[in-house]
């Protein structure tokens, strides 16, 4: 068993240029790596991140030994396309074009029947253009599963980068990824390992509620289960991190673990204010 050894990871490697999240995600953890890098355990097995969304934590890390999962399928079939086919997946992203009447076709695709037969490099690339061009990058879907995002206003989206997304594939070579829920870490995961948890964050208010990243969305009692599955690894000696909102519900679901206060900027928002400085909770089952 390879042993990770966290304290390299402050560590700049200037002589090569580390990936960084090939998709854009509400609650992307990029702003945020300095504070999560210094609490990783200082030693770790297998890294599992159920949540993986853009992924900025694992691309930061670039564990040899890592388990990826989400529920979202369209998601895990970008991270299975980039680690098996990104030349394809390359020649698919050239051809598209930044325009409005183009990006809702293209949106509207998997409401049509022939969708289904689209090849999985296809579909990879659509998923990274709608990613790329709609509103604010705002990954959404409807009660049904459709992508539903308007178009976004850019000078020059960058669509298609060849250098990032290789560098994405060869971080990505001895992962393991699967489409499933997060409960598949208590069965998977084993003491010495550790798993970081960023899933929907709880609302701070009743208006700030955002989990349509899957149709059945993310809500109180999902956010009490992920709490009880945490428990459940605990006792098993796995270590977890988990970041989430400063909402009164998430305070008090983990006041037994170590909970701790930190800044972070946020840039993906409908509303203008609600972008900037807000509080979130790093959670942790160990010093």
């Excluded at 709609?134 to 206003?153: E, Q």
């Excluded at 990032?164 to 594939?169: A, K, P, T």
């Excluded at 109180?220 to 605990?234: A, I, P, W």
Aim: hydrophobic share 35%.
């Amino acid at each position: 068993m390879q042993v990770y050894d966290a304290v390299d990871v402050s560590e700049e490697d200037t002589n090569s240029i580390p990936p960084r999240p090939f998709v854009k995600w509400v609650g992307g953890k990029g702003r945020l790596i300095p504070e999560l890098t210094k609490r990783l355990p200082c030693t770790f097995a297998r890294y599992y991140e159920p949540f993986i969304g853009g992924g900025a934590l694992f691309f930061h890390l670039q564990p040899e030994q890592a388990f990826l999962s989400d529920i979202n399928d369209e998601l895990i079939n970008v991270y299975n396309v980039v680690k098996y086919n990104v030349e394809a997946l390359l020649k698919e992203l050239s051809q598209h074009v930044y325009e409005a009447s183009y990006f809702y076709n293209i949106r509207e695709a998997d409401r049509r029947p022939n969708y289904k037969q689209w090849s999985a490099v296809r579909k990879a690339s659509r998923f990274i253009y709608l990613n790329k061009t709609c509103y604010n990058g705002l990954y959404r879907v409807n009660s049904k599963g459709y992508f539903n995002a308007p178009f976004g206003d850019y000078r020059n989206p960058k669509i298609c980068d060849p250098e990032n997304l290789r560098l994405c594939s060869e971080a990505l070579q001895y992962t393991e990824m699967s489409c499933s829920s997060y409960h598949v870490v208590v069965e998977r995961a084993q003491p010495g390992d550790f798993v970081y948890f960023d899933p929907p964050y709880a609302p701070l208010t009743a208006t700030s509620n955002f989990t349509n990243y899957s149709k059945g969305g993310f809500g109180k009692e999902d956010q009490e289960e992920l709490r009880n599955v945490c428990s459940r690894l605990d006792k098993k000696g796995v270590k977890w991190m988990l970041s989430n909102s400063s909402a009164p519900l998430i305070l008090d679901l983990y006041q037994e673990y170590n909970v701790e206060t930190v800044s972070a900027s946020r840039t993906i928002n409908s509303k203008g204010s609600l972008r900037g400085k807000v509080k979130e909770v790093i959670v942790r089952n160990y010093a």
